[in-house]
């Protein structure tokens, strides 16, 4: 082989920066972070606290005290390859792990409703025998890891969103296993027995006197220097190429309020099947959600922002369903970026111009959560159930007013 | 009659009644351009670079001809892929090349089926939001960071927008 002086070079750097990497143990820890250390991660507590095992887990940082933070590439657990591992943490502490196995959402990915009756009828039988073969397998491989069949327990209060679930005690862990036809597969595994037994994040939460907890909702609230009023602390579940954004910002705000459900779970108890809302029970879920959290998610046709202004600094977060266009979102995706930048910049004035580009009542229809104000400014503090970047978003409360067609406010 | 009148009055009123949220998917402008140039086209063409001698055109570009274009020695192309500029799905996005340099490009907007508000209103509104430009409502000519975006309403209902070097925005053709 022929090597003239470039190509020597060239190696001698890629070597001299390969030893580097070494040296600092940075491919150390990046060979360590991408394998999920099997079985001890469902078994022993010690492992959740190893600094790698913490470190490897996606986004690092989260912008939340509660997070659910990915898990970059899910192995084989019993023989399957999980739709994804997310781990949910409470400040640095990791507090479970779920293995979500098989979700119908992910599976279908969006379906419009149009196409809705078909994706069923083509899919129906082999997505049941997907689903048979995926709760048995699961079942089983909880058998061989816990060395028993499993006790069987029934969760939550309200008929729609109680979970029959089998209970396993792992090592020194506790899992949950949870299925439902059609729809759901996933395992949950907590350090704490007695959360493994609530729907509540913190069962402490649960027997909360209502002044305690409104007391302690109000001191999550906060003023910046611009004069926002926003709550800290809502947590940020991506919905994916999923037709989940109705569930998404529920269970976004609703672990907020200490109710301990993913979006999945809402999705399943909602009957969003084969991709689409269509048929779907999601106002009902959230009457059942307020009725679990021992509060009350009222539902007004109208948006009010004085209204708003006052659920807001009692520290309660506001879930909103309004008209949706691509064309209008971009007004808010642009102006976020430069808002960023600049702290002067405003958003265009509601004129008639403007007005005639809001979403009317042929647009798709979309969930946010609502999360502060700026009084002075106008604006609406929202954030949209897409990832990170689209957290503390802002519109103009006269557009919020304009286009929503559903406030739930919710009333400890 | 009584309970046909009945009927009626619950069958209006479940067609009145909003629809359940029905999701989106968030992949918005995540297809076409976006994926080859690594940015929204409206990002890449206030790129001083995308003006500069040689410059390349990301992505799939086919040879073009434009009965109104008598310069022969202007040279024009046409997007062969999909692209939404200033987050609206673009009909047709042609670029001009003079002297191995882009001089314009040009994107026309066509109504869509889904969209029932004014196109104009729409593209000047996002422009604005684009532009951080505000200030004028009834604007339809920008300038921003050298380069000139003008709006224009086309007979058919089309809109149709320039962006060029603002040195040679002198009228749109």
Redesign the interface.
């Known amino acids: 082989m022929n090597l003239d002086h470039s190509q020597i070079t060239r190696l001698f750097v890629r070597a001299a920066l390969l030893i580097s990497l070494l040296v600092t143990g940075q491919i150390q820890a990046q060979a360590k972070g991408t394998s999920f250390p099997l079985p001890s991660a469902l078994k022993d507590p010690k492992t959740w606290d190893d600094a790698d095992f913490i470190a490897a887990w996606q986004p690092q940082k989260a912008a939340a005290k509660i997070a659910h933070k990915t898990w970059p590439e899910p192995p084989l657990i019993f023989g399957l390859r999980p739709h994804q591992i997310s781990g949910h943490f409470i400040g640095e502490k990791l507090e479970s792990i779920t293995l979500l196995f098989l979700d119908s959402g992910t599976h279908f ?2 379906v419009p ?1 149009e196409q809705a009756a078909a994706t069923k009828k083509m899919n129906r039988e082999s997505f049941q025998a997907l689903h048979a073969e995926t709760s048995n397998k699961v079942q089983q491989g909880l058998q061989q890891l816990t060395g028993a069949k499993g006790h069987p327990t029934s969760l939550g209060l309200t008929p729609m969103l109680r979970q029959d679930v089998l209970l396993f005690t792992s090592g020194n862990l506790t899992a949950r296993y949870y299925s439902i036809p059609e729809q759901l597969v996933k395992v949950t595994f907590y350090r704490d027995a007695n959360q493994a037994q609530s729907l509540w994040l913190d069962p402490a939460k649960a027997t909360l006197k209502r002044r305690d907890r409104i007391k302690q909702l109000a001191e999550n609230v906060f003023t910046a220097e611009n004069g926002d009023r926003r709550l800290a602390s809502i947590p940020l579940f ?9 569930v998404s910002a529920l269970a976004m705000s609703m672990q907020y309020m200490g109710l301990n459900l993913d979006t999945e779970d809402y999705a399943a108890a909602a009957g969003i099947r084969y991709g689409s ?1 269509k048929g ?4 009902e879920v959230y009457e059942a959600a307020g009725r679990e959290a021992n509060m009350r998610l009222s539902r007004s ?1 109208k948006f009010d922002f004085r209204k708003a202004q006052a659920v807001l600094d009692s520290g309660l977060p506001i879930i909103v ?1 309004r008209r ?8 808010h ?3 976020a970026a ?1 808002f960023a930048q ?1 702290p002067n ?5 509601p ?4 007005r ?3 979403p ?1 009542k ?6 946010s959560v609502i999360t502060g104000y700026n009084a002075k400014r106008g604006e609406i503090i929202f954030t ?1 159930s ?2 990170e970047e689209a957290r503390n978003r802002r519109m103009r409360f006269e557009e919020m007013e304009g286009t929503v ?2 406030t739930f406010y919710p009333k400890l | 009659m009584k309970n046909n009148v009945t009927s009626l009055f619950i069958a209006l009123a479940l067609a009145l009644w ?12 995540g297809v076409g351009f976006v994926n080859p140039a690594g940015m929204r086209f409206e990002n890449f063409a206030v790129l001083s670079n995308t003006w500069k001698a040689n410059a390349k055109l990301p992505g799939d570009w086919q040879d073009w001809q434009d009965p109104l274009n008598k310069d022969n020695h202007v040279i024009l192309y046409r997007l062969n892929m999909s692209a ?1 500029v ?3 799905s673009a009909s047709q996005i042609t670029a001009q090349v003079k002297d191995d340099k882009i001089s314009l490009f040009k994107i026309i907007f066509g109504k869509s089926t ?5 196109l104009v ?2 593209v ?3 422009i ?3 532009t ?1 430009n ?1 200030s004028e ?2 604007q339809e000519s920008f300038n921003f960071k050298k380069i000139n975006i003008r709006v224009q309403k086309s007979a058919n209902g089309a809109v149709i927008v320039t962006i060029r070097p603002q040195t040679t925005a002198v009228t749109s053709r």
């Open positions: 990915g969006y409703r991506p919905q994916g190429d999923r037709a989940y954004c109705g809302t779907s029970k999601i106002k046709t369903w949706w266009a691509k064309e209008r979102d971009y007004v995706t642009t102006f430069r600049d910049a405003l958003l265009p004035k004129d008639s111009r403007d005639a580009t809001w009317d042929k647009a798709f229809s979309h969930a949209e897409w990832g067609y559903y | 909003p629809k359940p949220a029905q999701a989106i998917p968030n992949q918005i402008g939404e200033f987050g609206i889904k969209q029932t508000h004014n209103d729409q000047i509104t996002n604005q939001s684009f951080g505000t409502s009834d």
